[in-house]
């Protein structure tokens, strides 16, 4: 494979396909966590490589619940991938984030029910990775600098809450989430948040505006026909802003990419081979630690 891959992207609803790619390589990987959503496209995009791995599988397969998270993360860090890009289609708590608008969010809060595995630890290793910053800050920064750059109406910062689905929520949980501050609802960015920062992987998010979920007085409530009708302008909005950061991609290191070293509870010596070998891309650089001499 001609070069190490620099960005991975997660297209979400509508997002199936990144027109553009060159040298593409289809990649089907296995994990010990099952298959990825789909087969990983890998090419050259700006003279950059680039991954891309479509969240839902070509053909819109897979409910938000169904995703196999661990699966697609433990796949694009086995790549050598270090810095994922999220797109993901949203509703708006605001009336300023307005629909066919990108807004990069900074939070998460999460209205999951625990049915989606959230962690590659557990089974013989324990870690606790910081979340009090769920987006790369610095990636976060370049992402909303290329959607400025494309001439896209971009908000920098807001909380996202993520909810379980596949219903889309009421009117009083609505109110409820604007009455918290909440600026976007949607289905997805967790446990992706999690997964990535225990993978080291920086990760940030294009959230794409579709509607205003089931607040709004002036406009109906969201369903699925009303977030089909703008999809396709932000898919390609989102397109548009991932070409536009492959040329202009952050340079050096980050915290995100050391984010086990004060995370593994676990003394390396008590983690037993099979688990070494399960979890092999996510723990390699930070057992390699324990045994460079110092």
Not at 24 to 37: K, M, N, R, Y
Not at 83 to 107: F, K, N
Not at 254 to 266: F, G, N, W, Y
Request: aromatic share 6%.
């Amino acid at each position: 494979m001609p070069g190490p891959i620099q960005l991975a992207v997660i297209g979400g609803s509508g997002f199936y396909e990144m027109p553009g790619l060159s040298e593409v390589e289809e990649l089907a990987i296995d994990t010990p966590f099952g298959d990825p959503s789909d087969a990983i496209r890998v090419g050259t995009l700006n003279s950059v490589r680039v991954a891309f791995l479509a969240r839902h599988g070509r053909g819109h397969r897979l409910l938000p619940s169904e995703i196999p998270q661990r699966a697609n993360f433990w796949a694009l860090k086995s790549l050598g991938v270090e810095r994922v890009i999220a797109v993901s289609a949203v509703g708006s708590l605001r009336e300023d984030y307005a629909p066919g608008e990108a807004v990069i969010p900074d939070q998460l809060v999460d209205r999951t029910r625990g049915a989606r595995p959230s962690t590659f630890f557990g089974e013989g290793i324990v870690a606790h990775v910081s979340l009090a910053e769920p987006f790369c800050g610095t990636l976060s920064s370049a992402v909303a600098d290329a959607a400025s750059g494309v001439g896209t109406q971009v908000h920098r910062g807001g909380s996202y809450v993520v909810i379980e689905g596949p219903a889309f929520g009421t009117r009083a949980e609505s109110e409820l989430y604007r009455s918290w501050g909440v600026s976007l609802v949607g289905m997805t960015a967790l446990p992706e948040a999690k997964l990535a920062r225990e993978a080291e992987l920086c990760y940030a998010m294009i959230a794409t505006v579709t509607d205003y979920d089931a607040w709004h007085d002036g406009h109906a409530a969201v369903d699925a026909a009303t977030i089909l009708r703008v999809l396709s302008g932000n898919v390609e909005m989102s397109r548009e802003i991932v070409r536009q950061l492959a040329g202009n991609l952050p340079s050096g290191d980050c915290t995100c990419r050391h984010s086990l070293d004060a995370s593994l509870i676990t003394q390396p010596a008590a983690i037993s081979d099979a688990v070494k070998t399960r979890l092999r891309p996510i723990l390699d650089r930070r057992l390699q630690m324990e045994e460079t001499p110092a």
